[in-house]
């Protein structure tokens, strides 16, 4: 059994990659092949645009792959969504696409954008939201650089973002949400039918579900006497739960527990006051729920 995964080339080839190898899979690249290396033989990957990817999943060519909600509404692709995962080219969340105008114009929704040109890649999408808010525009496809069309080459732009950053830059102001989207694993109807596929797809779903689990945490383990116990715990986030040992010594414990990376630089003095001993910080590639 092959399974054929397209991977999304371009913004979220890297990001996709790097979450790959979380999971356990060593994909590597050529700057002269579209035909990736993957160190599973059941998987067969093939770099495909994020913008079509849908397109070649729906029609057979490829077993599965990942790409935006985005895409696939936009294309209105007959697919199975196997599994959301909430990462992007920059940050490890949701992007937005928005309706977008010049900072100095008059504009304030999507009504006052009656009779006038709108710029943006997602041309269906954003004609489908027109169309629900009883807007008549004119929507034409932008090859790219969309965000300096306005006010030249357009009163308005559909575009997409993760920080707005690039769109202050440009001094654009967002007026409206058309779409929200993430990254999903899709596969093809008739290979998720298939039961061999099907059990590959889900193995990977649960390891790229617990690579992004994962992220974030850190796992923190330590000993300490059983005096002190109580002390160490309550240095411990309320909501915690962490799991408590026995060592060698009966008078010692090891405490193992899973903590956001950004608090632990915070509760490892406390720790340490509180009677903490040999306290170890360490990555964790999958969480696993």
Not at 70 to 86: P, R, T
Not at 231 to 258: F, G, M, Y
Not at 275 to 289: S, T
Request: net charge negative; glycine share 6%; with cysteine.
């Amino acid at each position: 059994m092959k399974l054929k995964l397209g991977i999304p080339k371009g913004s979220l080839e890297n990001a996709t990659i790097d979450l790959f190898r979380r999971a356990g899979f060593a994909i590597t690249t050529s700057s002269r092949s579209y035909f990736p290396g993957i160190d599973d033989p059941e998987i067969e990957c093939m770099l495909i645009r994020a913008q079509e990817m849908a397109r070649y999943v729906e029609d057979g060519i490829l077993d599965a792959g990942l790409t935006g909600r985005d895409w696939i509404e936009e294309n209105e692709a007959d697919v199975v969504a196997v599994a959301d995962l909430i990462y992007a080219k920059q940050s490890f969340g949701k992007v937005r696409w928005v309706l977008a105008v010049p900072e100095a114009s008059s504009f304030q929704s999507v009504k006052d954008l009656a009779g006038k040109i709108i710029a943006t890649e997602l041309v269906a999408t954003t004609k489908r939201y027109l169309a629900a808010h009883g807007v008549s525009a004119k929507v034409e496809f932008s090859w790219g650089a969309t965000e300096v069309k306005p006010p030249v080459l357009a009163d308005a732009i559909v575009e997409v973002t993760e920080t707005g950053s690039s769109l202050r830059a440009n001094n654009l102001k967002i007026i409206d949400t058309v779409l929200e989207s993430n990254t999903q694993l899709i596969a093809n109807r008739a290979s998720w039918d298939d039961p061999a596929k099907r059990r590959k797809l889900e193995d990977i779903r649960m390891l790229l579900e617990g690579a992004i689990n994962a992220l974030g945490k850190v796992g923190l383990m330590l000993n300490v006497h059983r005096d002190n116990l109580r002390a160490v715990l309550d240095v411990l986030p309320a909501l915690k739960r962490p799991t408590i040992s026995n060592l060698s010594d009966e008078e010692w414990l090891a405490v193992n527990t899973i903590l956001d990376e950004s608090t632990v630089r915070d509760i490892i003095p406390r720790l340490k006051q509180a009677g903490g001993q040999g306290i170890v910080e360490y990555p964790l590639n999958k969480i696993v729920l």
